[in-house]
């Protein structure tokens, strides 16, 4: 510093090194955005590794500020929501600008969760606290909510079907690497080459352990359609017609013992339907020892919806499962008085299928939150998961695909059977 600058004012002194170091901060904090990015879009979309997501505590815990973390994770989940903004639109008139706004809202609380996962502090164990404190909080309520693209998740590809310790490895593996990096104060470069190799190694796992989604399980078929937005009575009718021929043909052919319809693919239900749908559907359904699973929403009494899927046995009983947490502001609006679905996390998600297995039915929104597996895993014994879906407005294959890796992910990290019925976009013509 020259001998002019070292004469000046003490505050004219800081102000001068802040404007010196402000660029060069700068460019810091939008390398470390940038890096966010990456890591978001190579984890999560069609053909990538999410079991890269694991890396999400340990950079955080390697920023050199709390607010370099908080651009790495705003990074992270706008590139993992980077097909959303689209979708979220469609349920808003098609506004653009409310979907973008939703992604950078997503975006900003997950950078103020995973910040918590950086700590001032030199003493290696307060790091691994910190990395211990984000991961939590990230996966519970109610930030989770709000919260993409947990870590817990790429722990399915790393660790398949360890369960219960693969989710205590997902937490005590970068809490402990955090550690042993500040225990042993790497070199920048030193650092650089670990983080490579770990980079290179979950790529490699994410690679060679890819498993797709399925639409078939044990006896069970889950349906895929291609119907679109539900446009009026008319258009259920068809779709319960539709739904008659298929099942057929799927008892001719593949003889499954249950068939599983997407979600909400009937739109709200009214009792005067049954008569159609038990003569187009479930008639036939009774008479080849089939099961029916479809989509539906129910009114409950106090005017407001339940996202549910109700069972329809051959021996003429019924059974529901209904979705836990409906997606915030497009069906959960816990505002209103009226007509919003119901989200409770008390509520039951299990069914049982035509051949005795437990399926616990994961709902659209219900994908993204690691959690609720948790809990159907410790509330009891949990045989496959089934994932229903209703993705009309998501033009982007690539959104959905994100959508099923989450699912997925925790499926395969329980060692649980897995399928998906899922209505997509109408094709064109």
């Not at 939008?30 to 879009?41: K, Y």
């Not at 103020?112 to 909080?137: E, I, N, T």
């Amino acid at each position: 510093m020259s001998s002019d600058l070292m004469g000046w004012p003490p505050a004219r002194r800081m102000f001068a090194s802040v404007q010196g170091a402000a660029p060069h901060a700068f460019a810091q904090a939008m390398l470390v955005l940038l890096a966010g990015v990456v890591l978001g879009w190579l984890a999560w979309g069609e053909g990538r590794a999410p079991a890269l997501a694991a890396l999400l505590p340990v950079l955080v815990a390697l920023c050199r500020s709390r607010t370099q973390a908080f651009l790495l994770g705003l990074g992270y989940t706008i590139a993992l929501l980077r097909h959303t903004a689209a979708f979220i639109g469609s349920w808003f008139d098609d506004s653009l600008l409310v979907g973008a706004s939703a992604v950078l809202a997503y975006g900003l609380i997950s950078g103020a969760v995973w910040c918590l996962g950086w700590s001032r502090s030199d003493r290696p164990w307060r790091k691994s606290v910190a990395v211990v404190v984000a991961w939590m909080v990230a996966l519970l309520p109610p930030a989770t909510v709000g919260l993409p693209g947990h870590p817990l998740i790429a722990w399915g590809a790393i660790t398949p079907g360890l369960g219960w310790v693969g989710v205590a490895l997902a937490l005590a593996v970068p809490a402990g690497l955090v550690w042993w990096l500040a225990e042993h104060r790497l070199r920048p470069l030193q650092t650089a080459a670990v983080l490579g190799a770990l980079l290179a190694s979950l790529g490699a796992v994410g690679i060679l352990q890819f498993v797709p989604g399925s639409s078939y399980g044990p006896a069970t078929v889950a349906v895929n359609t291609a119907w679109g937005k539900l446009d009026g009575v008319d258009d259920v009718l068809r779709r319960v017609e539709s739904m008659g021929q298929m099942s057929k043909q799927l008892a001719q052919q593949e003889k499954p013992a249950t068939v599983i319809w997407p979600e909400s693919i009937l739109g709200n239900y009214d009792p005067a339907l049954y008569p159609v749908l038990d003569i187009a559907l479930l008639k036939a359904a009774r008479a080849s020892g089939q099961t029916q699973i479809i989509g539906m929403d129910l009114p409950t009494k106090e005017k407001h919806w339940e996202n549910a899927a109700v069972a329809f046995y051959p021996d003429g009983r019924s059974a529901r499962a209904v979705a836990r947490q409906p997606a915030p502001l497009s069906l959960w609006r816990p505002w209103q008085e009226t007509n919003s679905f119901v989200a409770d996390w008390t509520a039951s998600n299990v069914l049982t299928l035509s051949n005795t297995m437990r399926a616990a039915f994961i709902f659209c929104y219900e994908e993204y939150l690691p959690v609720l597996y948790l809990m159907n895993e410790a509330q009891g014994r949990v045989d496959m998961y089934v994932a229903v879906t209703n993705t009309w407005a998501a033009q982007s294959p690539v959104a959905a695909e994100i959508q099923t890796q989450h699912s997925l992910g925790m499926a395969r990290l329980f060692g649980r059977p897995y399928v998906k019925a899922e209505n997509r976009p109408l094709k064109a013509e």
